[in-house]
């Protein structure tokens, strides 16, 4: 942790419920064992919390007796190396064998206690060095961005019944469009061409750009400029693949800098599908985009989503690399 955080330089801070101790109890038990009532994410407690340094979490009890004090730390290293962790030792100090006695004490009464303790402190831990996490894992420096959505965890999840989210935006589409999102494509609620994603305006006029799901399983991304004048990249028989019913790095570029329009479909930062043509695209203004569904709110896709990044430029190929590197970082399983 503390070469990690050489370069950031973080002060950490681990939130626990501000327990009571045993001299608290009106009447002094054999044994007070405060377990998952430390973690505020599990209980919340009417006597507050408290934010304490790496020092002071350590020395945080979790065992009080008469005796003495099981620490945090006691309650690691006895599991690391006297409890069958990786540095298995079966000799036993003095206090040792006090731990030892509290957990099999706790034992006979169904309460596993270095289980409940290390499962606390881990949860703890977690939610304290999330500022290092988050500081390590950084986007890449990208084209400014159009959008970006993220979930901490889970994901957002449409049925493919009616649910979409639609925002209105202002936008000229000049150089082109990069979209890059963290989807697992399953199964379509109803039959047809279904949309994931659209980028346009409302009233029906060009540009449109889409990403879809069709009635055959395939996994497309299509750009309309004027009727005669678009592109369309598919990846036939997308539900037949490893990628289908999965979380993945599904990406578009439609690439608008030079005379030659491109549009390219990525899995995994693989390009599976290309399309390219002369379009017109001096009437590229936009003014809405709906995730779920096309433009009207119709045509909604069942899919998941975790994170969404859309640049208002196509990617290079080193940032998207990156990019594809921060995806699976924040989300792989």
Do not use: C
């Amino acid at each position: 942790m503390h070469r990690a955080n050489e370069k950031h330089r973080l002060r950490f801070r681990f939130r626990v419920n501000d327990v009571e101790s045993l001299s608290d109890v009106p009447v002094t038990p054999d044994m007070l064992f405060h377990g998952s009532s430390l973690d505020p994410t599990m209980l919340r407690m009417t006597t507050g919390t408290l934010d304490l340094t790496l020092e002071q979490f350590l020395a945080q009890p979790v065992v009080e007796t008469p005796d003495g004090i099981v620490k945090v730390s006691d309650v690691i290293r006895f599991a690391a190396n006297k409890a069958g962790g990786v540095h298995y030792d079966p000799r036993r100090s003095a206090r040792e064998e006090a731990i030892d006695q509290a957990v099999t004490q706790l034992a006979r009464l169904g309460v596993h206690l270095l289980a409940i303790s290390l499962v606390t402190i881990a949860r703890v831990s977690l939610v304290g060095l999330r500022p290092l996490y988050d500081a390590i894992l950084r986007l890449p420096e990208l084209p400014p961005l159009l959008a970006h959505y993220r979930l901490d965890e889970g994901a957002y999840h449409f049925e493919g019944r009616g649910q979409f989210l639609q925002t209105a935006l202002a936008y000229d589409l000049q150089e082109g469009l990069s979209w890059n999102g963290i989807v697992r494509i399953m199964e379509q609620a109803e039959p047809g061409r279904r949309v994931v994603y659209e980028l346009g305006n409302v009233d029906g006029t060009v540009p449109r750009v889409t990403l879809f799901v069709d009635e055959g399983g395939s996994l497309g991304a299509s750009a309309l400029f004027t009727n005669d004048g678009s592109l369309e990249a598919v990846l036939q028989n997308f539900r037949q693949t490893l990628l289908y019913d999965r979380f993945t790095y599904v990406g578009f570029d439609l690439d608008l800098r030079s005379s030659t329009a491109s549009l390219r479909l990525l899995l995994n930062n693989v390009v599976v599908a290309q399309a390219e043509g002369v379009v017109d695209s001096r009437t590229g203004r936009v003014t809405q985009h709906t995730i779920g569904a096309d433009l009207i709110g119709s045509n909604s896709a069942t899919f998941q989503i975790r994170e969404l990044i859309i640049a208002t430029s196509p990617l290079e190929a080193a940032v998207r690399t990156q990019l594809a590197r921060y995806f699976w970082l924040r989300w792989h399983d």
